[in-house]
């Protein structure tokens, strides 16, 4: 199958999201929990995660969130606050903040304490597809792709998917960070 662009693929794998029923999400949702769940976290302080839009049937973050604040209390999560006036987002350490849906349905905080790129250890990242190299699809504004241009070269980068790797997206150029993993409910895939 020849490659596809990523226009293309934005709208072909939001609509098969959009169409897996109640309780195929939730079983996907495990299953990404229970491969996170095996990533060592030995060197990781600040872990960095997007909250879930729930209206886009995105990967459940709150799952993962949930089950490091249990298991994990030491990591201090960082969540996004987006400006759609810059494309350019902060991060914001989770803890007793407050958050509200903002543009988008996208749930951000309020307030609280921003946190440095510079230390986040490790960024659990959106995606609506991904191939084998690790080039994701997101939604097309390129938050992501600046937030990970500006992290450390060491930075774990994963992506959470309900579907596997594609072979090749057709389109990636220079600003495309790709990931080093990405979880899927088959695994954990690494990319070279």
Same mark, same amino acid.
């Given at each position: 199958?020849? $490659?596809?662009?990523?226009?293309?693929?934005?709208?072909?794998?939001?609509?098969?999201?959009?169409?897996?029923? $109640?309780?195929?999400?939730?079983?996907?949702?495990?299953?990404?929990?229970?491969?996170?769940?095996?990533?060592?976290?030995?060197?990781? =302080?600040?872990?960095?995660?997007?909250?879930?839009?729930?209206?886009?049937?995105?990967?459940?973050?709150?799952?993962?969130?949930?089950?490091?604040?249990?298991?994990?209390?030491?990591?201090?999560?960082?969540?996004?606050?987006?400006?759609?006036?810059?494309?350019?987002?902060?991060?914001? $350490?989770?803890?007793?903040?407050?958050?509200?849906?903002?543009?988008?349905?996208?749930?951000?905080?309020?307030?609280?304490?921003?946190?440095?790129?510079?230390?986040?250890?490790? $960024?659990?990242?959106?995606?609506?597809?991904?191939?084998?190299?690790?080039? =994701?699809?997101?939604?097309?504004?390129?938050?992501?792709?600046?937030?990970?241009?500006?992290?450390?070269?060491?930075?774990?980068?994963?992506?959470?998917?309900?579907?596997?790797?594609?072979?090749?997206?057709?389109?990636?150029?220079?600003?495309?960070?790709?990931?080093?993993?990405?979880?899927?409910?088959?695994?954990?895939?690494?990319?070279?």
């Amino acid at each position: 199958m020849a $490659a596809l662009e990523k226009h293309i693929l934005r709208k072909e794998y939001l609509e098969k999201r959009l169409n897996l029923p $109640a309780n195929e999400l939730s079983k996907r949702n495990e299953a990404i929990l229970k491969h996170f769940c095996r990533i060592d976290f030995r060197e990781v =302080r600040y872990l960095h995660s997007y909250l879930p839009i729930r209206e886009k049937n995105e990967v459940d973050t709150m799952l993962l969130i949930d089950w490091l604040k249990e298991n994990l209390p030491e990591i201090r999560i960082v969540v996004p606050k987006s400006d759609f006036n810059t494309n350019i987002m902060s991060h914001y $350490a989770l803890g007793e903040i407050e958050l509200r849906v903002g543009r988008f349905g996208i749930p951000e905080p309020v307030s609280g304490e921003e946190v440095a790129i510079k230390s986040i250890d490790m $960024a659990i990242v959106p995606l609506l597809a991904v191939d084998k190299r690790g080039h =994701r699809v997101g939604y097309g504004r390129g938050f992501y792709d600046r937030f990970l241009i500006e992290c450390r070269p060491d930075v774990q980068t994963i992506g959470v998917s309900f579907f596997d790797p594609l072979e090749e997206i057709a389109d990636t150029g220079l600003q495309d960070v790709p990931l080093k993993k990405c979880i899927t409910p088959s695994g954990i895939i690494e990319f070279a």
